[in-house]
């Protein structure tokens, strides 16, 4: 039975430690006319591996992105019937593997015989095959971006994580590659308690409900970019700047909205194309970049020193793609066509990002009602059952 747990909110003095491997990376450019100048570059995440050239979430798309030099992985958790972490976005298997069963009727005896509907046809891997990835030596430096979706029980799903990281020993530790991704604030206090030693995100495109979270220290958020177009989301990016923490933007596959992203120093885009998006870094690097030697002062309102805190270990001064020595016995399956999103106009950029605020403004209460009654479900559950 699941012991009582205070909330997440209620003035409990925070645990979540700093994650200072997800900042932007300090990039070393030689803009003409100049020598060295150091500019900030967002790292790049590859959103379900290298989706736009492989099937997602399968051991051929991380191993992809890490070959074209993606900083980080992210993908998604769900649990088994058996209580196994595997990797999928979708609650069910209809969308990637054809069929109707939900992941959680399904043992991973069944699971792992599935093949991805999409060429080359993959199977679905658990977290410990991707752990035991990147526990290799050549790939220490490679870091991941967890997704923990709400379909399963907070308690089993965590303690299942807690688990596979248990089972997969790395060089460097687990809490100092991985980033728990979180939905709402129930689970942010699940992972706070199982996983006390782990960096926490806040997962969502709500800023109001970001906010909330800006007050447990050390929490980043990794927020829809739409909703950081704007006024409003320029104060919360310089709210956030402002108590240290990183801000991560999703699913960023236009370029002009890399270029943004770029611009506005976010400290990592998730991405279903990495490859592009760190051609589109290069380009802006070998330019020698529109921000030397600090972040864009629109998006932090702040100088540089406001960032970080001093003595804080951060990444070092790198190219703009970290391309490791792969180990031997990958074979990669050849890339498909690749999936990439057709250039928008101006005008069908701001009717989407119009579009994802007024969803957020009519959703967020939704939100705020969906997360109270979760953490309600969780303190009836924990409390004993009195007996007549």
């Not at 069963?101 to 069944?110: K, T």
């Not at 801000?247 to 998730?270: H, P």
């Not at 051609?279 to 932090?300: F, M, T, Y």
């Not at 939704?366 to 303190?379: D, E, N, P, T, V």
Request: proline share 8%.
């Amino acid at each position: 039975m699941a012991t009582v747990r205070s909330p997440l909110l209620e003035g409990r003095d925070a645990d979540v430690p700093p994650a200072p491997f997800t900042s932007a990376l300090q990039v070393s450019t030689c803009p003409s006319g100049g020598g060295d100048t150091v500019i900030e570059l967002p790292q790049t995440i590859a959103h379900r591996g290298y989706r736009a050239a492989y099937p997602e979430n399968t051991l051929a798309a991380f191993r992809a992105a890490i070959a074209v030099g993606s900083h980080a992985l992210e993908t998604d958790l769900h649990l088994s019937r058996d209580g196994v972490v595997v990797l999928s976005h979708d609650a069910t298997l209809q969308r990637c593997f054809g069929r109707k069963e939900r992941i959680a009727d399904c043992d991973w005896d069944f699971l792992r015989t599935l093949r991805t509907l999409r060429a080359p046809h993959e199977p679905m891997p658990r977290l410990v095959d991707l752990l035991q990835d990147l526990a290799r030596p050549e790939l220490q430096h490679v870091w991941l971006l967890l997704d923990i979706k709400r379909d399963d029980d907070p308690d089993e799903l965590i303690d299942s994580l807690a688990a596979a990281f248990a089972s997969v020993p790395s060089a460097k530790p687990w809490n100092q590659r991985i980033l728990l991704g979180c939905w709402n604030t129930t689970y942010v206090d699940v992972c706070r308690e199982l996983l006390p030693g782990f960096p926490i995100a806040y997962i969502g495109w709500s800023l109001l409900y970001a906010r909330k979270l800006l007050r447990v220290p050390n929490v980043h958020f990794n927020i829809n970019y739409n909703v950081l177009v704007g006024p409003c989301g320029s104060r919360f990016v310089a709210a956030a700047r402002a108590a240290r923490r990183h801000v991560f933007v999703w699913t960023v596959n236009d370029e002009a909205w890399m270029e943004w992203s770029i611009r506005k120093t976010f400290d990592g885009v998730i991405t279903d194309d990495p490859k592009l998006f760190l051609d589109v870094c290069e380009r802006w690097g070998s330019g020698g970049g529109e921000v030397i030697g600090g972040r864009d002062k629109e998006a932090s309102g702040s100088d540089e020193s406001e960032g970080e805190e001093k003595g804080a270990e951060r990444p070092p001064v790198l190219g703009v793609a970290s391309v490791p020595r792969l180990p031997s016995d990958w074979v990669l399956p050849a890339p498909q066509p690749l999936l990439r999103v057709p250039p928008r106009g101006p005008i069908r950029r701001l009717a989407r990002v119009a579009l994802w605020n007024l969803l957020a403004s009519v959703l967020t209460p939704l939100l705020f009602y969906y997360s109270g009654a979760m953490a309600r479900k969780r303190r009836a559950k924990a409390r004993p059952h009195r007996t007549p």
